[in-house]
């Protein structure tokens, strides 16, 4: 058994030793200095600012009703838009080639900038769960950690697992943090 402070060790409350390296597993430990979160929210506001009259924002609904063109189906794209300049006879006579290199050009534009975007919000989102997740398990631990001491009568403790318990009052079974 480890016992990691006194109040496990008077509380007979220590880890076992796999407890006790779960313990210790910290899969995240980075600090990003403030200057670099100043560059990328700066970059990411001039990206915002200059895509900002091009992008559009659709319903729910609206989406729904699109056709999706996917990855299967740009080369078939590419391909039409070969043939519409080479071949524009078969091209109806309501649809303009014009606008459809527009579009085409929007599309080849833009979807470079995407997939990198996409790489991003995924690598932003697993770091920021691990991280989040790291912290509030911690967090866990300190507030019965503190609950502990509520029962030994330990000075302050009373106050700080009120405060803390606050985030628990309303959530039922789902939250509640083992005893």
Not at 4 to 32: A, E, G, H, R, Y
Not at 83 to 107: C, G, N, R, S
Not at 112 to 125: G, K
């Amino acid at each position: 058994m480890v016992c990691l402070n006194m109040l496990s060790l008077v509380s007979n409350k220590c880890l076992t030793p796999k407890q006790f390296q779960m313990s210790l597993d910290n899969s995240i430990s980075i600090q990003i200095p403030e200057a670099d979160l100043t560059v990328v929210r700066d970059a990411l506001a001039l990206i915002q600012t200059t895509l900002a009259p091009y992008l559009i924002a659709l319903t729910p609904e609206d989406r729904k009703k699109l056709p999706k063109m996917g990855d299967g189906s740009e080369p078939f794209v590419a391909k039409v838009m070969d043939y519409a300049v080479t071949d524009p006879q078969f091209l109806p006579a309501y649809i303009q080639i014009a606008e459809m290199k527009k579009d085409w050009d929007v599309v080849t534009g833009l979807l470079p900038i995407f997939r990198i975007v996409q790489q991003l919000d995924s690598n932003l989102s697993d770091t920021v769960m691990l991280s989040g997740s790291e912290v509030y398990d911690a967090s866990l631990k300190y507030y019965k950690s503190v609950k502990m001491a509520v029962k030994m009568n330990v000075p302050n403790a009373k106050t700080i697992a009120d405060d803390l318990s606050k985030r628990f009052a309303n959530n039922g079974k789902r939250d509640k943090v083992a005893e």
